[in-house]
C-alpha cells in the first residue's frame, strides 16, 4: 500500500504560519487532498488537489505539492484551527483511498 | 443540503456481525461513489471501504477484505457495510463519505462500533 508520512504534532503561535507536511514516494505525481478534523467532529475537507479550496475554506488555507512531499499552510493562524489535520490521496494501482497518520495542529 | 446519515452501530462480540447503513439526502446519489471510513478511539482516519455510483465497484482495506461488504441501493440513497467475523480491532467511529472525484467532499457524524464480551 501507498504511505503517508505525517508529523504527529505542529505548534504555532497565532498570527503566525503552519505549515504540516505528507510525505510519500513521488506524492508530487498525485493528487493530494487534505482534512481538518476538531475534536468531536467529522472531518471537513479543506484542499483538495493540492491547492484548490472548497467554497467556504477561508484563503489563509493554501497547499502545494511537487517531489516527495505535500504541504498545507495555515497563514495568520487562529485559535479556531487547533484540531488535527490529514492528507488522503487516491492508489490508482489499488483503487485505495489512502490517509496520512494525522498531525495534531496546537495554537500557542 | 448535502446529508450523510450513518447508523446501526452498537455493542457487538468478537466474531459477531452488524450491518451499518448510509442514508443520504440533497444530492443526485447515483452520481457518486461513496467511502467509508473509520477511526478507532483516540487514533487517526483508516480508509475502509469504496463502493462506486452504479455498485459495480468495491474496494477495500486489506483489513477488512473478507469480512466486510459494501453494497448500495440507489432506490433508497442508502449505502451499507456489513460486518463479519468482527474484532476487537475493528471497535471504532464509522464515518461514510461522499466521493467528488477521489476527494470525499461531505462526511456524515459517523456510528460507533463497539466490539466486545
Known amino acids: 500500500s501507498y504511505v503517508l508520512t505525517q508529523p504527529p504534532s505542529v505548534s504555532v503561535a497565532p498570527g503566525k504560519t503552519a505549515t504540516i507536511t505528507c510525505g510519500g514516494n513521488n506524492i508530487g505525481s498525485k493528487g493530494v487532498h487534505w482534512y481538518q478534523q476538531r475534536p468531536g467532529q467529522a472531518p471537513v475537507l479543506v484542499i483538495y488537489?493540492?491547492?484548490d479550496r472548497p467554497s467556504g475554506i477561508p484563503e489563509r488555507f493554501s497547499g502545494a505539492n511537487s517531489g516527495d512531499t505535500a504541504t498545507l499552510n495555515i497563514s495568520r493562524v487562529e485559535v479556531e484551527d487547533e484540531a488535527d489535520y490529514y492528507c488522503?490521496?487516491?492508489?490508482?494501482?489499488?483503487?485505495?483511498?489512502?490517509f496520512g497518520g494525522g498531525t495534531k495542529l496546537t495554537v500557542l | 443540503e448535502v446529508q450523510l446519515l450513518e447508523s446501526g452501530g452498537g455493542l457487538v462480540q468478537p466474531g459477531g456481525s452488524l450491518r451499518l447503513s448510509c442514508a443520504a439526502s440533497g444530492f443526485i446519489f447515483s452520481d457518486y461513489n461513496i467511502n467509508w471510513v473509520r477511526q478507532a478511539p483516540g487514533k487517526g482516519l483508516e480508509w475502509v471501504s469504496s463502493?462506486?455510483?452504479?455498485?459495480?465497484?468495491?474496494y477495500y482495506a486489506d483489513s477488512v477484505k473478507g469480512r466486510f461488504t459494501v453494497s448500495r441501493d440507489n432506490s433508497k440513497n442508502t449505502v451499507y457495510l456489513h460486518l463479519n467475523s468482527l474484532r476487537r480491532e475493528d471497535t471504532a467511529l464509522y464515518f461514510c463519505?461522499?466521493?467528488?472525484?477521489?476527494?470525499?467532499?461531505?462526511w456524515g457524524q459517523g456510528t460507533l462500533v463497539t466490539v466486545s464480551s
Open positions: 463519505a461522499r466521493e467528488r472525484t477521489t476527494e470525499m467532499d461531505y
Open positions: 488537489y493540492d491547492r
Open positions: 463502493i462506486s455510483n452504479s455498485g459495480g465497484a468495491k
Open positions: 488522503q490521496v487516491w492508489d490508482k494501482t489499488t483503487d485505495h483511498r489512502e
